[in-house]
């Protein structure tokens, strides 16, 4: 570690699993491809409590980089990912999901980040690769509307997604990692992101960070997402609330109408209005979510 130079500062790869054994194949396989000096990082797979075992698919990359296979009992992905944290060894963590595939020059754009901001939390851009899929290019376009909306000045970012941040390993432990109150990928992000700024610390948008998500979805699957991402917006309402002791403040109704409106300006291969009528759906599921949440915690 001391006698690495800051322009090639050692990071930890932290990717959380659960029953995937062919897409963690798969991102592997994408990391084995890094353009970064093998010796100045290392991968950490977390198997969060999977019913398959992937024993014999980290075994297949230990002769090609430095892999770690940490395992839990199922606890999900904010549990995963602080367990991989805590035992890395860089200086810099990079989280990403075994449903990715980082660029090629994933590290040496995170490090270069890092050289000149190694304070703040680094977000990049994820771009779906199944384009064919309605379900998850909706799903993506919401993600892109998010970040326009909330990362308008790259600058002054104030919400990324999980699957494509980098941070300072010091700092992510000062503030305590992801809350592991979350059991589901569902709004743990929102709430670190927000901890982490009301720490006064800062987040940098970089579009050149760039991971490929290859998430499947059907319209079932689809609902669930939005169903469990609606369940944990209320689980970050009621921790915001708490911790700024004043209740979270409401987008108003021109964010959701230019939500719906969003893809009739986006260079897409899928029908326009189909998305945006799935970008409907995916709001309706979430308010659904939200209001199941709040009668679960009431009544309970």
């Not at 395992?71 to 995963?80: R, V």
């Not at 970012?157 to 809350?179: L, M, V, Y």
């Not at 669930?224 to 708490?242: E, L, N, P, T």
Request: net charge neutral.
């Amino acid at each position: 570690m001391n006698n690495l130079n800051k322009s090639t500062p050692f990071i930890s790869i932290v990717i959380p699993t659960y029953n995937r054994p062919e897409k963690l194949k798969e991102c592997l396989e994408s990391l084995t491809e890094l353009e970064y000096p093998r010796d100045s990082y290392e991968v950490i797979v977390v198997d969060d409590g999977s019913k398959i075992s992937l024993e014999s698919v980290v075994e297949n990359f230990e002769n090609q980089i430095e892999i770690t296979l940490l395992k839990q009992k199922n606890a999900g992905p904010a549990t995963a990912r602080n367990t991989g944290a805590k035992q890395a060894k860089g200086e810099f963590l990079a989280f990403t999901d075994d449903d990715c595939k980082p660029a090629p020059d994933w590290l040496n754009q995170i490090a270069g980040c890092f050289a000149k901001k190694p304070d703040c939390l680094i977000g990049g851009k994820t771009i779906n690769i199944l384009s064919e899929n309605p379900f998850s290019t909706a799903s993506q376009e919401l993600i892109n509307y998010l970040y326009s909306y909330y990362n308008r000045d790259p600058e002054q970012a104030t919400f990324f997604a999980s699957n494509n941040i980098a941070i300072s390993k010091k700092r992510f432990q000062k503030i305590g990692g992801f809350d592991t109150t979350y059991p589901r990928a569902a709004a743990e992000d929102r709430e670190f992101c927000d901890r982490w700024l009301q720490y006064g610390n800062k987040m940098i948008y970089e579009p050149e960070v760039n991971v490929y998500h290859a998430h499947k979805l059907t319209l079932s699957s689809y609902w669930k997402q939005h169903f469990f991402y609606g369940r944990g917006a209320f689980c970050f309402h009621q921790v915001r609330a708490k911790r700024a002791h004043r209740e979270i403040k409401v987008e108003p109704i021109s964010f959701y109408l230019n939500l719906l409106k969003y893809p009739l300006s986006q260079n897409i291969s899928q029908p326009k209005l189909l998305l945006s009528a799935l970008l409907f759906i995916s709001q309706v599921a979430s308010v659904v979510g939200f209001l199941w949440e709040r009668n679960y915690q009431t009544s309970n």
